[in-house]
């Protein structure tokens, strides 16, 4: 799918200049093809993670000039608040937050204990509730504002075995379209809700799944795929193309809205 960012490109070129972008969770998977696609679009991309081997190498491939990493864990909600305090003093306004972060591992709702929640609740909820706070004045002042959230599917239809991510991302849901009513009318949030994306995310969630049903991880994804009309899964870059367009500045009608790339999985309207 790298024709979608280089000679099939689905954006006009520099459509994204002079707009600051924080990618969370933007070392892999979704998050680092949003990375990549709105760098492609001309933002200037701030790109969050844990890993600063992994950003390194992100900031160095990317389009453009001027990209920055922020070494984050986002459990650490002190630590966010610091760390972005600094980063608003250092570049002024953010106009476009990516709210994104690994999902919790896998299992049965009733086999999860309390603490279970604190963390994932942590670099997901509140971290994007914090963040979003700080960011609101600067996207204000710049008279635009685009917050996107990945979520997933399961705000809609929860997805069996996966039962502390369904509450997570229920939560999320609830949370981003409550804001939507709420935030100034040039700042938009909306979510994407990705289906079977092929990331790490998938490959673990895979492996849990063969180890707890005795399958074959090829089976578990077999039967994945079968289940998806487009009979593939989802490539990052993709859904980095709806993440990208919720971005525009010509998106701004666009609000409260959550987004399927889920190949037609979902059988709900």
Same mark, same amino acid.
């Given at each position: 799918?790298?024709?979608? !960012?280089?000679? #099939?490109?689905?954006?006009? &070129? ?31 991309? $701030? ?7 992994? !950003?390194?190498? !992100? ?51 009733? #086999?999860?204990?309390?603490? &279970? ?14 963040? @979003?706070?700080?960011? $609101? ?14 979520? +997933? @599917? ?5 997805? &069996? ?36 994306? =092929? ?6 969630? +895979? ?20 289940? %998806?009309?487009?009979?593939?899964? %989802? &490539? ?11 971005? !525009? ?12 790339? =889920? ?7």
């Amino acid at each position: 799918m790298n024709e979608i !960012l280089n000679e #099939k490109f689905p954006f006009s &070129d520099g459509v994204l200049e002079g707009y600051n972008a924080l990618v969370c969770g933007a070392s892999k998977g979704i998050g680092k093809a949003s990375a990549q696609m709105l760098a492609r679009a001309g933002a200037t991309v $701030i790109a969050c993670a844990r890993s600063e081997i992994e !950003l390194n190498n !992100l900031i160095s491939e990317l389009h453009g000039e001027g990209h920055m990493s922020l070494i984050l864990d986002l459990e650490n909600i002190e630590l966010v608040k610091g760390r972005v305090a600094k980063l608003l003093d250092e570049i002024g306004e953010i106009q476009i937050l990516i709210n994104n972060s690994g999902g919790p591992p896998g299992g049965p709702l009733m #086999k999860n204990k309390i603490e &279970d929640f604190e963390g994932p609740f942590k670099r997901h909820l509140y971290a994007s509730h914090v963040i @979003t706070q700080m960011l $609101i004045p600067g996207m204000e002042k710049s008279k635009m504002g685009r917050i996107i959230n990945i979520i +997933s @599917t399961s705000v809609r239809e929860p997805i &069996d075995n996966i039962g502390l991510s369904n509450t997570l991302r229920g939560a999320m849901g609830s949370w981003s379209k409550s804001l939507s009513r709420e935030l100034p009318a040039c700042i938009t949030i909306n979510n994407i809700l990705p289906g079977f994306t =092929d990331t790490d995310r998938l490959g673990s969630l +895979s492996q849990s799944i063969s180890e707890k049903t005795g399958k074959t991880v090829e089976e578990v994804r077999e039967a994945w795929i079968n289940s %998806v009309p487009i009979q593939r899964l %989802v &490539d990052p870059l993709e859904t980095a193309t709806a993440v990208t367009w919720l971005s !525009l500045p010509i998106s701004g009608a666009v609000r409260g809205v959550s987004l399927a790339i =889920d190949g037609g999985r979902m059988r709900s309207i």
